[in-house]
C-alpha cells in the first residue's frame, strides 16, 4: 500500500493523506469476495468430513424394530451403512437384529450386556 500526501482542497489543514493500494487493479470488494469464498470453501470441506464419519451410532435399548436400517432404532437417528461408520450394540430389549438392505460397516462393538455374548449370524458378500 502506498501513501500519498497532498493539499486537501478547500480544508483549512493543509494536507490530505489518502492511502492507495500498491497495485492499479486492486479492489477491496474483490479481495472480501475472495476472502469470503475461501471462508465458505473451507467451512464446507469441513462439513463434508463431519457428515462422512456421520453413520455411526448405537442400537438402541428400546427400538422400534429389530430392522438394522431403520434410523429410528439408533442413536443419534441415522443408520451405519457406510466405510467409515461403525456400530455399537450395548443393553438392549431387542437382540434379535435383521438387516433389510444391503449394509457396510467398518466395524461392529459390543460393550456390554447380553449383547457381548451374542452370535452373529450373516450373509456374506466379498465386494471388490
Known amino acids: 500500500m502506498n501513501l500519498r500526501l497532498t493539499k486537501a482542497p478547500g480544508i483549512a489543514s493543509p494536507l490530505h493523506i489518502r492511502f492507495t493500494p500498491a497495485s492499479p487493479g486492486w479492489n477491496p470488494r474483490l479481495v472480501r469476495k ?4 475461501t471462508i465458505l ?3 464446507i470441506s469441513v462439513l463434508a468430513l463431519i457428515i ?4 455411526s451410532a448405537t442400537w438402541d435399548l428400546n427400538p422400534g424394530s429389530g430392522d438394522w436400517n431403520t434410523a ?3 442413536t443419534p437417528m441415522t443408520v ?14 431387542t437382540t434379535n437384529v435383521s438387516i433389510s438392505a444391503n449394509t457396510e460397516v467398518n466395524g461392529i462393538t459390543f460393550t456390554s450386556g447380553p449383547m457381548r455374548n451374542a452370535i452373529l449370524r450373516t450373509k456374506m458378500k466379498r465386494t471388490p
Open 34 to 37: 475472495t476472502f469470503l469464498q
Open 41 to 43: 470453501a473451507v467451512a
Open 52 to 55: 462422512a464419519h456421520a453413520g
Open 72 to 74: 429410528a432404532n439408533w
Open 80 to 93: 451405519p451403512n457406510g466405510p467409515a461408520d461403525i456400530a455399537t450394540f450395548a443393553v438392549s430389549n
